[in-house]
């Protein structure tokens, strides 16, 4: 028989140990709760006023939780609202290089492999010289550049051109040199002097613009840089949207203003938050309407001119389609002449045969050629390297 006083301690003994282990299992609950410190703001959108940290939108006063609550099932981890999306990590250029390298080749292939075809022929007499010449046009090099270039082959051919494989080093030296190594393709995207770097995108509706903002900010990021994009194409009705997307998934901030409002106030806004938040680098999109060059240079102007009130403007990006052959030749004319461009962009070299273009753009506007887009997917964009480019269209990208 157990003595009456003997069941009294045991039960006083088991609702102790339940009311510890309730208490323990709230105070672990409410501790994994708290609040995130995350490095980019949780909301990417419309954020012209800069937040304080995550930290401080997660109420003080929250009432203390109930067994009840303690026993709920965890919410999903993310934001104070529960609603971060997954963020993406973006590919390294590293990694990005080699994977498009051989796109590059099956686009560029035949261009270069018929180029040395040509040149390795037994007899190289005036008519291979002129289907070299023909070849180079079509594929868009520009007149005075191929004329160049064949006049140094055919020096080149003549005195060290024995064997094809002597041919295949000729072209490849000759088509580097053309595409000119010694050109600066670094992007200004560095922070000085306690300001972001500001990088204007410009270039005509439907040449990869947004979608090239899109995609630099995820080169960016994946070399760990803060990045705040300016929704000023203002005139797309989509573009804004778009551009929100892009950068959502990689945690980018857009700021945004209203439809049809103005550029420049976009621009402002967006370099004003880059400034408070200390980013590294603000990239504005802006608006491609060229219905004509005065309209273009006050539009662009006008947001170059409010931006230099508070950074300097440290790239001017030019994005060209290079399916778009003499029309791309022209809007950068134009763009050249309206902005002092720094570097091209050309998008969708995975599409067009015609990778010459790349020489016609440089020589028509002095600046290099910094990036190519090579396909629609989010990682698709590529530093230009003239090396593996020339080796692409040797066919050497595989
Ligand atoms: P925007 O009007 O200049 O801003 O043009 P978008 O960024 O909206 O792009 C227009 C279209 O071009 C979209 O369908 C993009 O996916 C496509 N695009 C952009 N860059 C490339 C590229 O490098 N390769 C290919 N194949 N398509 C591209």
């Known amino acids: 028989m157990v003595p009456v006083g003997d069941y009294i301690f045991l039960i006083i003994g088991i609702a102790v140990a339940a009311l510890a282990l309730v208490v323990g299992l709230v105070t672990t609950r409410t501790r994994s709760r708290g609040p995130e410190v995350s490095r980019r703001p949780s909301d990417p959108d419309v954020l012209a006023e800069p937040r304080v940290g995550e930290d401080a939108e997660t109420p003080r006063d929250t009432p203390t939780r109930t067994i009840e609550d303690a026993e709920l099932p965890e919410p999903a981890p993310g ?5 971060a999306p997954t963020l993406e990590r973006p590919e390294s250029a590293a990694s990005r290089l080699v994977r498009l390298r051989e796109r590059l080749s099956r686009s560029q292939g035949p261009l270069g492999r018929g180029l040395l075809a040509l040149l390795s022929r037994d007899v190289v007499d005036e008519d291979t010289w002129e289907e070299i010449e023909d070849t180079l046009i079509t594929a868009d090099v520009g007149v005075t550049a191929t004329q160049e270039l064949v006049a140094r082959l ?5 005195v060290e051109g024995k064997t094809s494989a002597d041919a295949e080093d000729i072209l490849r030296e000759e088509l580097v040199t053309l595409v000119d190594p010694s050109m600066d393709r670094s992007l200004a995207v560095d922070r000085r002097d306690g300001v972001p770097a500001v990088v204007l995108v410009v270039g005509v509706n439907g040449t990869g613009k947004t979608t090239t903002v899109g995609k630099l900010a995820r080169v960016l990021v994946a070399e760990d840089k803060d990045v705040i994009l300016g929704a000023a194409d203002t005139f797309r009705a989509a573009a804004t949207e778009q551009l929100s997307t892009w950068g959502e998934r990689v ?3 857009t700021v945004r203003g ?3 409002g103005d550029p420049a106030s976009v621009a402002f806004e967006a370099v004003r938050a880059g400034i408070e938040q200390e980013v590294d680098v603000v990239i504005v999109d802006t608006a491609g ?3 004509n060059k005065a309209g273009l240079m006050d539009e662009l102007g006008k947001v170059k001119r409010v931006v230099e009130k508070q950074a300097a403007v440290t790239e001017v990006l030019l994005v060209l389609d290079a399916t778009t052959g003499q029309n791309g030749m022209t809007q950068a004319r134009v763009f050249g002449e309206v902005v002092d ?4 962009v050309l998008t969708k070299l995975d599409g067009s045969a015609k990778g010459g273009i790349v020489v016609a753009v440089q020589r028509e506007l002095g600046v290099p050629v910094k990036l190519v887009g090579l396909g629609e997917g989010a990682d698709d964009l590529a530093p230009f390297d ?3 480019f020339v080796e692409a269209l040797l066919g050497r990208g595989n």
């Open 79 to 83: 934001s104070p609202r529960g609603s």
């Open 154 to 158: 055919r020096t080149r051919m003549k």
């Open 251 to 253: 945690g980018v901030p």
């Open 258 to 260: 209203p439809e049809g």
């Open 289 to 291: 309407r060229l219905q």
């Open 341 to 344: 461009v720094t570097g091209i």
């Open 386 to 388: 003239p090396e593996t």
